[in-house]
């Protein structure tokens, strides 16, 4: 990947329905080198996949939070991992080092629906300990980072 490849997936970030027409005329490169490099860059799976974000608040979910839990034993990582993959109100699951083991991103409409989802987490194998950490305001939310420029 080099400073034009970073400068794609820089105006892709900002909008990834853009035209390789558009990409062409902010960057200065033909649009046929601009669909050769967006292929390419998909093709060696740097572009995983194009998504929509969507507006969390007007879906009604106003109430976001972060849960660190822990395992009783490492035996659980694989089958707490399984459950978490299917279940639908946690958005964002990572294993982390430190006193606990997993990081969890929960955005719900209520303080109701948190607690559903508090006791079927408490409920999954192996789960010990939970933290919750509420999310006042978000003052910045980047999906990925580009590397900076060599």
Known sequence: MDRVDRKILKCLKENSRQTASRISGTIHLSVSAVIERIRKLERT????????????????????????????????HEAFAREVLVYEGICECHAIAGDMDYLL??????????????????????????KTLYVLSTVKNEYSVLPLDE
């Open 45 to 76: 799976g740097l572009i995983q996949k194009y998504t929509v974000i969507l507006d969390e608040k007007q879906l009604g979910n106003t109430l976001t939070v972060f849960v660190t839990l822990r395992l009783s034993h490492s035996k659980y």
């Open 105 to 130: 991103k929960i955005v719900t409409g209520s303080t109701a629906d948190l607690e559903l989802i508090h006791r079927d987490i408490q409920k999954m194998p192996g789960v010990c300990g939970l």
